[in-house]
């Protein structure tokens, strides 16, 4: 348990958590828990807006940061319901305009253009970015522990970030021409189990397959978030000041010396 002080309010933050009872899954809350507490140990007062089934199209408008999170396909067949033509037009804005979220594996699939279920039906996707995803057919195994990547997008000092976490998806996702990876799988499968990429990124939201819940064992990966939507709210660049990460990297550390990854 972290003794930090209490610093004076200086901005503040509404995080929408979209569909928290149904998108949820392998410890996914645990991410919304690292934002408030890193929001809250540098004096900054993160507000959680639940976006539960039959929300308001304004209450996403008021979001700053974005989170959803995991779930089995009949899950992800309500919320495909839930998520109404305005619903879908006002998140592909927000996303545009330069929003940031993170969207964690079934949340991930929702990106793209559409899932595929072992049976062959259909889920449509909110065809944000072109990628898209395909059940495991029969006889195929699951995409399922730790997995390490290598960051495409995001370092610090000209060096390529490291992340870790856990996966479970029998889906398999490819990536369009045009789509970057979130990063590139050190350890694990990522997307599939062929192409030895992780994820995908576009503008300042993160689409991934880390679960466990990830921001824990990432707190650098948290604070990418923090820092990207507080520069966006507030139109300045923003530094955020540094927290005691000793306990996070060393689990992060952990995983990587498991399986012999050099950070």
């Known amino acids: 348990m972290r003794n930090y002080k209490l610093k004076p309010i200086t901005y503040d ?5 979209l569909y928290p009872d149904l998108m949820s899954t392998y410890g996914d809350r645990g991410n919304i828990i690292v934002l408030e507490k890193r929001c809250q140990w540098r004096g900054i007062k993160a507000q959680v807006k639940r976006l539960d089934l039959g929300f308001k199209t304004e209450d996403l408008r008021k979001c700053d940061l ?3 999170g995991g779930a089995q396909d009949k899950q992800q067949k309500i919320v495909a319901k839930d998520l109404t033509e305005d619903k879908v037009n006002e998140l592909k804005n927000l996303i545009e305009e330069g929003i940031p979220g993170l969207f964690i594996c079934g949340a991930y699939q929702f990106l793209g253009n559409y899932y595929k279920e072992a049976d062959g039906t259909i889920i449509e996707g909110l065809k944000i970015l072109d990628l898209y995803t395909e059940s495991a057919g029969k006889g195929q195994k699951r995409l399922i522990g730790d997995l390490i990547i290598q960051s495409h997008k995001l370092e610090v000092n000209s060096e390529k970030l490291t992340f870790v976490g856990f996966e479970n998806h029998g889906g398999r996702t490819y990536l ?17 189990d062929k192409d030895k990429t992780e994820g995908a990124v576009y503008k300042n939201i993160i689409g991934t397959y880390l679960h466990g819940p990830a921001l824990p064992k990432n707190p650098n990966l948290a604070d990418y978030l923090i820092k ?12 955020l000041k540094e927290l005691d990460d000793n306990l996070e990297l060393k689990a992060h550390k952990a995983i990587a010396n498991k399986y012999a990854v050099k950070l």
């Open 66 to 68: 974005i989170f959803m």
């Open 228 to 239: 990207k939507a507080l520069e966006k709210k507030y139109s300045k660049k923003i530094e």
């Open 13 to 17: 933050l509404t995080i929408g958590w």
């Open 176 to 192: 369009g021409k045009e789509v970057l990876p979130f990063g590139k799988v050190l350890s694990g499968f990522g997307n599939n």
